[in-house]
């Protein structure tokens, strides 16, 4: 079986670690609706190399470019609706 860059496979625990962040923020961030991990059965969080991406950007966005969560909130969508690679993402960030 193939696996996408959208199964999810990570825990909690190594998605934090992962992005350099705590379990806290993590949880926070999908409060706020700016990531949504896979849930288990047993409802567990389970994370994606596309959710990992995400996370990244988001920091990327928070710490570089000093953008807060509500215009995060923003640019994810955008991101989303004009269904934007990671290439095309980078490349518009590189212009700020």
Known sequence: ????????????????????TSIRVLRYYEEMGLITP????????????????KLKLVFLLQKEKEV?????KIILGIIAD???????????????
Do not use: C, W
Not at 38 to 53: A, E, F, P, Q, V
């Open 82 to 96: 004009q269904k934007m690679t990671d290439g095309k993402v980078k490349e518009l960030l590189l212009k700020f």
């Open 38 to 53: 896979y849930r288990t059965d047993g409802n567990t969080r389970l994370y994606s190399d596309h959710n990992i991406k």
């Open 1 to 20: 079986m193939e696996s996408s860059s959208k199964d999810p496979v990570f825990s909690i625990s190594v998605a934090a670690r992962l992005v350099g």
């Open 68 to 72: 807060n969560l509500s215009g995060i």
